[in-house]
């Protein structure tokens, strides 16, 4: 028979099992070669920054330059209609492929990879590459 006991510990088990059902984590955990991004990324304050030191420069991706336009304001525009992303799909990413060689030519050009700015692009991608 169902009694008192019975009763409460049914009652906690189904309040754990929603508990820990709830607890799910918000941002995108990616470890990539010595780094490692806990929190979500912004498009504004920690991706642009990288493609305006590495990427919008005199010649490369900016305005009438090489596509995509990677200037602060032209940035997300041009790589999302450019295809250049899969949001929630960097392995598959045209993007991801030129920052870790697996397409070419590798980004970015004559410079040295940063993993550090990879993951962070990584987990941009990974976490919807939205436009915040």
Same mark, same amino acid.
């Given at each position: 028979?169902?009694?008192?006991? *019975?009763?409460?510990?049914?009652?906690?088990? #189904? *309040?754990?099992? =929603?508990?820990?059902?709830?607890?799910?984590?918000?941002?995108?955990? /990616?470890?990539?070669? $010595?780094?490692?991004? #806990?929190?979500?990324?912004?498009?504004?304050?920690?991706? /642009?920054?990288?493609?305006?030191?590495?990427?919008?420069?005199?010649?490369?991706? /900016?305005? $009438?330059?090489?596509?995509?336009? =990677? *200037?602060?304001?032209?940035?997300?525009?041009? =790589?999302?209609?450019?295809?250049?992303?899969?949001?929630?799909?960097?392995?598959?990413?045209? =993007?991801?492929?030129?920052?870790?060689?697996?397409?070419?030519? /590798?980004?970015?050009?004559? $410079? *040295?990879?940063? #993993?550090?700015?990879?993951?962070?692009?990584?987990?941009?991608?990974?976490?919807?590459?939205?436009?915040?």
């Amino acid at each position: 028979m169902f009694n008192t006991k *019975t009763a409460i510990l049914s009652g906690v088990i #189904t *309040t754990a099992i =929603l508990v820990i059902a709830g607890c799910t984590k918000t941002t995108t955990v /990616v470890k990539n070669a $010595g780094s490692e991004i #806990t929190a979500t990324m912004s498009f504004s304050k920690d991706i /642009v920054p990288i493609f305006d030191k590495s990427c919008a420069v005199s010649g490369c991706h /900016v305005s $009438g330059g090489k596509a995509p336009d =990677l *200037t602060s304001a032209n940035a997300f525009k041009s =790589l999302s209609s450019g295809n250049y992303f899969k949001a929630g799909d960097p392995e598959n990413s045209n =993007l991801m492929m030129w920052l870790n060689g697996k397409k070419s030519p /590798v980004m970015p050009m004559g $410079g *040295t990879p940063n #993993t550090d700015n990879n993951a962070k692009i990584y987990a941009w991608i990974n976490q919807g590459a939205k436009n915040n």
